[in-house]
């Protein structure tokens, strides 16, 4: 039977500490059927170990190890619950987004909001129950690039200074081409 004495517990301890998953477990079992009868609730008292995985590590020890599953725990993305959800969000707000209109981003711009789309979803028949948050919904969409905001138009320039003088010399050469039945006008825009 093993003694627990200040430095082997620092060396279980530490011994412990660089070990995960089910090496850890099965070093603890280990370490119980050391100490013998009793063993269980010294690791539990002295070393801080938790019962239940002293337990599972006994058992590994029979059996073999346990693999964990982290992978395969917690909640699932809502694309893996509804595959078309992306598709069909994306064939929802495509038509409805436009690019920064001052250029300064690649970013697309909708007027949706993630609780319109998520409205419009339900009413595509998708099921209230499986269908996702409209915050999930806006993170999807932040995703997939798009960035639900009011759409600004861009501002028209204000008048310059020679505006009007430029539209005066317009007007009159429009005014000498009506009178002179010889010459063409022809119209460019030039911006």
Known sequence: MLKLTDDSIKWLKDSANKLKGSALRMFMAQTVQQLGRGGTSAAAREL???RGTIRKGKQELKNGPIED???QRGRKKSETLLPNLLL???KMVDPESQTDPSFNSCRLYTRLTAKEVRK???DMGYDETTLPHARTI???LNDLGYNPK???KTKPQ???AETDAIFEQVYKANEDADKNPK???ISLDAN
């Open 48 to 50: 801080s170990w938790n």
């Open 69 to 71: 599953k982290f992978s």
């Open 88 to 90: 069909d969000i994306k």
């Open 120 to 122: 419009r979803l339900l």
């Open 138 to 140: 806006n993170t999807k």
């Open 150 to 152: 009011k759409i600004q």
């Open 158 to 160: 204000k008048k310059i």
């Open 183 to 185: 010459e063409i006008r």
